[in-house]
């Protein structure tokens, strides 16, 4: 454990696997004392959460991770999601409530295109046999163990196989990168560029103009300390925040898989790099 505060951790609301009040309870148990939970087009486990955290003493940044594309990125359907971190929002302002319910529509509608596409191939799917495996998100990961269940693949890894094979057809979101990121900060809060090796760019990692365009729409942040980045990406990201005077964050982005929470904590997040969300955010809780 190298940190007790966390930017990026996912419940059952998206991908991941526990409750909100299940992962509060288990930084609870580890001495974390600041996280977010991240999930994928919505806060429901970010809200869900916020009682839980008080009563147990731990400091819960109001959060999310939204999906999204990049047309300058020039990736085909299949690999063109892109997500952005926002932190510090206000999640329950009006024009930030009814842009979560179409963005997580909209996800939820390409899985529907996915299952559709797999039972055009002989394996007959619905949403409703998504939902058996996860009944609160509707997305990627519970779409991979209805495959598993439904006896389509042996292993869970054909199972990804097969689902990134028919996710080539799916249509990308409906969202820009300008989009999310407007409403990340007409909500009051600070958009971060996640994971950001794994953002495709025609030349490979993102280079200087890439990140230029970005900070242009009005990005403010990348995650830099987080388990896809090396250290040689760490060391070339870092180079590129600082020279374009973007924040640095991180976080373990733990799902949760296969049981407890085995990554949480495991980044370099320091209390400077939430002072400098804290600077940048136009919204901030009472009790932060």
Known sequence: MVSSIDLHLHTYYSDGRASPQELVEHAASLGMQTIAITDH????????A????????????????????????????????????????????????????????????????GCWYLTAEGYPMTRQDVLKENPHYAGTHPLIMAVM???????????????????????????????????????GGVPVLAHPTIVPWPSGWLNAQAIQELVEIGLEGMEIYHPRLN??????????????????????????????????????????????????????????
């Open 149 to 187: 269940r439904k006896g389509y693949a042996p292993s869970y890894e054909r199972a990804l196989e097969q689902v990134d094979t028919i996710w080539k057809n799916v249509r990308p979101s409906s969202f820009t990168i300008d989009q999310v990121i407007s409403m990340i900060r007409q909500a």
């Open 41 to 48: 087009d919505n806060a429901r486990g970010s809200r869900e």
């Open 50 to 113: 916020r009682p839980f955290a008080e009563q147990l003493g731990i400091t819960l940044i109001p959060a999310v991770e939204l999906t999204c594309r990049w047309d300058a990125s020039q990736a085909p359907p299949g690999k063109s999601d892109i997500d952005v971190l926002g932190y510090f929002l206000d999640l329950e302002r009006p024009e930030f409530l009814a842009f979560e319910a179409q963005i997580l529509d909209d996800f939820h509608e390409r899985t529907d295109i």
């Open 231 to 288: 250290p040689e990406a760490r060391q070339y990201f870092l180079s590129l925040a600082n020279h374009f005077d973007l924040l640095v964050t991180g976080g373990s982005d733990d799902h949760g898989w296969p049981e407890g929470f085995p990554r949480m904590g495991s980044q370099e997040v320091t209390s400077e790099m939430i002072l400098g969300l804290k600077e940048k955010a136009q919204y901030l809780h009472s009790f932060m």
